[in-house]
């Protein structure tokens, strides 16, 4: 299938072919002839799958009808919202829209915290169409009375489980309620936890559910390798293994923002160029890191997760989760930063002791086993190393239910994560063989 078998306009295919799109991804797909048709969609697909496009071309489509059908006044209302859990997702989502619907006439804005207000009031008050908003400064700005949400047409919730796992569920349901009844609601997310679907029911009429991967699933084009490793040897083991040339950019994520900072002042002393993005970061310094990265000016990203599914790279080619993430589900949204848009990519992750259960988590919910990286040669090996935990630490990890541990069959967590080993001694790990991506 092409775009052109979408039925979609001139005006949008034109800019398409600007942007050297020709095949829609299998979201787009499926949702766009959903949309177009005027019905509720509940999405879900793995991030990196091209769910931006999915929802904006088919808005940018019915707004220029409706415009042409003479339904629009000379006035301009805000007619699309997309609410989103970070100020990286805002402003990518509104970029897309810019691309998409450059032939299309629509002012567009993208309003988040963490800068001043001006600007941002200013564009409203001369008036635009679509609006991209993270909920807290959108909620502030509708309480200061700068934005009415009456005319809106078109509703999105993109990373809807993302929103709640940030703890935005009480704010999108306040935002929802100014809403119009009669209006048009997307939902889009890479997984689907009850409190998605239960959320969804209560918003969505009639919705048509467009899912093409299973929940949680990566995507096969991504390698996937583990270390076992000490937690204050991973910042030695990371810098060694950045300084394999093959290796164009890497993104890197930590579980805290001073982690995120103390990985990246030490990648600068081992000569390596990186930059940090977190929450403590200001609006233009968290930009500028995300530019310099873009533009090849930096080698390497520090990230927490708050920029998990906010930053989109093209040609990223390696994914490391400096510390594994205690929800599993983010494991699957970090590495799906790299292997977009059908490229391939590797995803690194080093686990300490006391990650193993985390490891489990992931390892279940993806439906595999990571491989583990094991080269008895590898120079660090004097301290990248692990010891297959003791008897009574399996048992203690064990999760009884029914008389069997969590993992089944009677298995501990440990070896069901494919940590055991030579149980007489210690196990060393060494690097992949990386190629270039």
């Known amino acids: 299938m092409t775009f052109d078998q979408l039925h979609l306009i001139k005006p949008i295919l034109d800019a398409l072919h600007t942007e050297g799109y020709t095949t829609p991804t299998p979201i787009q797909q499926q949702a766009i002839p959903v949309l177009l048709d005027g019905k509720d969609l509940l999405g879900c697909a793995q991030t990196g799958t091209g769910k931006t496009a999915a929802f904006a071309i088919p808005i940018l489509q019915l ?100 929103m709640l796992d940030m703890g935005f569920v009480h704010d999108v349901k306040k935002i929802i309620a100014k809403l119009p009844q009669h209006r048009q609601s997307l939902f889009f997310s890479a997984t689907m936890p009850k409190e998605i679907v239960s959320l969804s029911n209560s918003i969505l009429k009639n919705p048509v559910k467009v899912e093409v991967t ?74 500028n890191a995300l530019s310099q990265f873009k533009e090849g000016k930096i080698r390497v990203l520090v990230a927490t997760d708050i920029a998990a599914r906010g930053i989109d790279v093209d040609n990223l080619g390696h994914v490391f989760n400096f510390d594994l993430p205690n929800i599993a589900e983010t494991y699957v949204h970090r590495i799906g930063r790299t292997a977009r848009a059908g490229a391939s990519g590797t995803a690194i992750s080093f686990c300490d002791e006391e990650e193993k259960e985390y490891l489990y988590d992931i390892q279940k919910l993806i439906g595999k086993k990571i491989d583990i990286v094991e080269e008895h040669n590898y120079p660090l090996s004097k301290y990248v190393e692990t ?51």
């Open 387 to 437: 010891s297959p935990p003791s008897g009574d630490k399996q048992q203690q990890r064990q999760r009884k239910s029914n008389g069997q541990s969590r993992g089944g069959h009677g298995q501990s967590r440990t070896s069901q994560a494919g940590i055991a080993g030579n149980r007489s001694g210690k196990k060393f790990f060494g690097k992949p063989k990386l190629g270039s991506k």
């Open 63 to 162: 707004m220029h009808k409706n415009r042409l059908e003479g339904k629009e006044q000379n006035k301009r209302y805000i007619r699309a919202l997309v609410l989103t859990p970070t100020r990286e997702l805002a402003i990518q989502i509104e970029e897309s829209f810019s691309a998409y619907g450059r032939h299309c006439g629509f002012r567009h804005l993208t309003v988040f915290g963490g800068v001043s207000q001006k600007p941002q009031t200013d564009a409203l008050q001369r008036g635009i169409d679509i609006l991209v908003a993270t909920p807290g400064r959108l909620l502030d700005l509708m309480d200061q009375g700068y934005i009415n949400l009456k005319h809106i047409e078109f509703f999105v919730l993109d990373e809807a489980d993302r």
């Open 214 to 287: 299973p929940p949680s699933s990566t995507v096969d084009k991504i390698d996937q390798f583990l270390y076992f490793v000490g937690r204050k040897d991973k910042r030695l083991l990371l810098a060694d293994i950045l300084q394999d040339k093959n290796i164009k950019t890497a993104l890197v994520f930590t579980r805290t923002k001073h982690g995120a900072d103390k990985v990246t002042y030490d990648l600068h002393k081992k000569g390596i160029k990186s930059a940090a993005i977190h929450g403590n970061k200001s609006q233009n310094a968290r930009q």
